[in-house]
């Protein structure tokens, strides 16, 4: 069974549920590194609260991955990152002239069961730049943002 198969196996999503996302840039390219790629895809995140699909939570955009904590409001959550994904793909596309995946294939999610559990699942999104030893400072990062501000 292929890797994003397996991925999906036992996928449920449910409205209301709070869950943590991951996904991967293709082949782990650092394009996130880059400050105007990275505001395409959080771009992408926040027309989709405002399109009333999701209540983002915490997110961050590592130079290759992306986690973003969020409460699904509506719809499914291989539709919400269809959709993340898509297009923030073609925004950067067509930015910089290139073709081809931006993503891998697939995401992880991991529905959080206990209210207890979220804040410590938004301080582990909101430190993954420091414990990967990009900034000394969480602030300092700029690809990053909590309701818990």
């Known amino acids: 069974m292929p890797h994003s ?10 409205a209301q549920r709070i869950y943590l996302l991951t996904a991967t840039t293709e082949s782990r390219e650092t394009l996130f590194s880059d400050f105007t790629v990275g505001r395409l895809v959080v771009a992408e995140l926040k027309a989709a609260q405002q399109e009333g699909l999701v209540e983002s939570l915490a997110w961050v955009l590592m130079p290759d991955h992306l986690h973003w904590l969020i409460a699904l409001q509506q719809g499914s959550l291989s539709g919400l990152m269809r959709r993340i994904k ?21 995401f992880h999610d991991r529905a959080l069961r206990r209210e207890e559990d979220v804040l410590p699942a938004a301080r582990y999104i909101v430190a993954n730049p420091l414990r990967a030893g990009l900034v000394s400072r969480v602030g300092d990062y700029p690809l990053w ?3 818990w501000l």
């Open 5 to 14: 198969a397996r991925l999906r196996a036992g996928r449920f999503s449910e």
């Open 86 to 106: 898509g297009r923030s793909a073609k925004r950067v596309n067509a930015l910089y002239g290139r073709q081809g995946k931006l993503w891998q294939d697939g």
């Open 145 to 147: 943002d909590s309701v």
